[in-house]
């Protein structure tokens, strides 16, 4: 079935540093891929998307590419901040009318000033 | 802003107990989501309900479980009787439409069955 592999945590990083979060999936055919966030206390909240490959989903300095190639949606930002500090969860929903998100097992990121 | 709100944040319950975890979506969403996440699990997808009608359910949503709209407002989630293996975070989420990206989520609740 389908499924979503992203890198182990946690992360803890100073602030200004160069955040990546690996993320690879499994499905049939092209799915849309997704980063969600969860702040303490807070559901989760969409963060980007990526609905067909190539695409470059981006918000708040996030960026991810959805690489068919290499099966992957990795999540990166450029300088990090105290206020990124949550839990970010890949996601892909797949083809053919199914409304449920496969998720992967989040990634808690710490960001210390 | 709207958002999903769900009580209570934490439910202990004991084994053989039935729980009813409750959620309100945000007012105009027709499509609800029931998710859970066992601790240093992923999130996995429950039951998605529109209609007042079941539309998807996963292996886990067995004859245990149970949804319910029951006053147009409140999204709920029946566990009849409770296993230690339910102890988890359940999420509800809502959509405004069929086909939706982003799905909104509430912020949980934690259930413990002992």
């Known amino acids: 079935g389908d499924s979503v592999t992203q890198m182990e945590g946690p992360v803890t990083l100073s602030e200004e540093a160069f955040l990546t979060i690996n993320c690879t999936y499994t499905?049939?055919?092209?799915?849309?891929l997704f980063w969600y966030v969860q702040y303490p206390g807070e559901g989760l909240q969409l963060l980007l998307k990526a609905t067909k490959a190539d695409d470059k989903g981006s918000n708040k300095g996030f960026e991810a590419t959805y690489r068919k190639e290499t099966t992957s949606f990795h999540l990166e930002k450029g300088s990090v901040q105290v206020s990124d500090s949550a839990v970010y969860f890949c996601a892909l929903r797949a083809l053919g009318g199914s409304e449920k998100l496969v998720f992967g097992k989040g990634t808690k990121l710490t960001v210390n000033p | 802003e709207p958002e999903v709100t769900q009580t209570p944040s934490h439910q202990v319950t004991q084994m053989g107990q039935e729980v009813i975890l409750r959620c309100v979506p945000i007012?105009?969403?027709?499509?609800f989501y029931w998710y859970r996440q066992i601790l240093g699990q992923k999130v996995e997808f429950l039951v998605s309900f529109y209609n007042n009608e079941i539309s998807e359910k996963s292996e886990i949503f067995d004859d245990q479980f149970s949804v319910e709209r029951p006053d147009g407002s409140n999204f709920t989630l029946k566990i009849r009787s409770t296993k230690l293996e339910d102890s988890a975070m359940y999420f509800c989420?809502?959509?405004?439409?069929?086909?939706?990206?982003?799905?909104?989520f509430g912020p949980g609740t934690r259930l413990t069955v002992t």
């Open positions: 989420a809502s959509t405004e439409r069929r086909g939706a990206y982003e799905q909104y």
């Open positions: 007012s105009n969403h027709l499509y």
């Open positions: 499905a049939t055919g092209y799915p849309s």
